[in-house]
T-cell receptor, first 108, second 115 residues
Framework: GQQLNQSPQSMFIQEGEDVSMNCTSS?????WLWYKQDPGEGPVLLIA?????ELTSNGRLTAQFGITRKDSFLNISASIPSDVGIYFC????????FGAGTRLTVKP | NAGVMQNPRHLVRRRGQEARLRCSPM?????VYWYRQLPEEGLKFMVY????????ESGMPKERFSAEFPKEGPSILRIQQVVRGDSAAYFC?????????????FGPGTRLLVL
C-alpha cells in the first residue's frame, strides 16, 4: 500500500527556533497536504501542494512538494508556544494517506 | 460558513451496544470521508461516500461497521456490537463536489470509548 514515513516522531525545541519535518513515500502522490492537530480537535489544514517542486508559504510555515513527488517538507520559522501540536503530512491520489505525525513541543 | 460538524463529541458504550456517529459536511460539500485515529497514530481511511452512494469502503471492517450518507441529513457511521478495540477517535472530512482529489476539511471528531 501507499505508506508514508514521517520524521521526526517528536521534537522539543526552544521558542524562537526553526523547525523542519518531512514525509517520504515509496509511491507518487498528486497532492501533498500538511495538517496540524491540537489535543481533542480534528486536523486543520495548513498548506496544500498541488505541483511537483512547488514551494508554498502560510505565514511562518513553508512547505515544499518534492520533485520526485514522493516527498514533502514542512518548515516552521521562529516557533512560538502556540505551534505546539501534532503535525501530519498526507498524500492524496484517489484517497488520502496520512503519516504518523510529528509531535512538536515548544519551550518558552 | 460553518465547518464540518460531528456529534456527539464523546460517546461511551458498553461492549455489545451500538454506536452511531453523525457528520454534517461543510455547506456545498457533497463528499464525505470517515477516518479512525488510534492514540499516538495517524488517521486511517475507512470509507468515502457521496450523497446516497458508497464510493470506496476499502478501509472499513466488513463486519459490524456500516456507513450511509442519505439524500437528506447527516452522514452516519454505525458500529454494531462494539468491542473494546473500537475505542478510538473517529473523524469525518468533507470536500466539494466534482473533484475526487479535492482538499478535505475535517470535523472535530467523535471520541468513542467502549467499556
Amino acid at each position: 500500500g501507499q505508506q508514508l514515513n514521517q520524521s521526526p516522531q517528536s521534537m522539543f525545541i526552544q521558542e524562537g527556533e526553526d523547525v523542519s519535518m518531512n514525509c517520504t513515500s515509496s509511491s507518487i502522490f498528486n497532492t501533498w497536504l500538511w495538517y496540524k492537530q491540537d489535543p481533542g480537535e480534528g486536523p486543520v489544514l495548513l498548506i496544500a501542494l498541488y505541483k511537483a517542486g512547488e514551494l508554498t508559504s502560510n505565514g511562518r510555515l513553508t512547505a515544499q512538494f518534492g520533485i520526485t513527488r514522493k516527498d514533502s517538507f514542512l518548515n516552521i520559522s521562529a516557533s512560538i508556544p502556540s505551534d505546539v501540536g501534532i503535525y501530519f503530512c498526507a498524500g492524496l491520489n484517489n484517497d488520502m494517506r496520512f503519516g504518523a505525525g510529528t509531535r512538536l513541543t515548544v519551550k518558552p | 460558513n460553518a465547518g464540518v460538524m460531528q456529534n456527539p463529541r464523546h460517546l461511551v458504550r458498553r461492549r455489545g451496544q451500538e454506536a452511531r456517529l453523525r457528520c454534517s459536511p461543510m455547506k456545498g460539500h457533497s463528499h464525505v470521508y470517515w477516518y479512525r485515529q488510534l492514540p499516538e497514530e495517524g488517521l486511517k481511511f475507512m470509507v468515502y461516500l457521496q450523497k446516497e452512494n458508497i464510493i470506496d469502503e476499502s478501509g472499513m471492517p466488513k463486519e459490524r461497521f456500516s456507513a450511509e450518507f442519505p439524500k437528506e441529513g447527516p452522514s452516519i457511521l454505525r458500529i454494531q456490537q462494539v468491542v473494546r478495540g473500537d475505542s478510538a477517535a473517529y473523524f469525518c472530512a468533507s470536500s466539494p463536489r466534482l473533484k475526487i482529489q479535492e482538499t478535505q476539511y475535517f470535523g472535530p471528531g467523535t471520541r468513542l470509548l467502549v467499556l
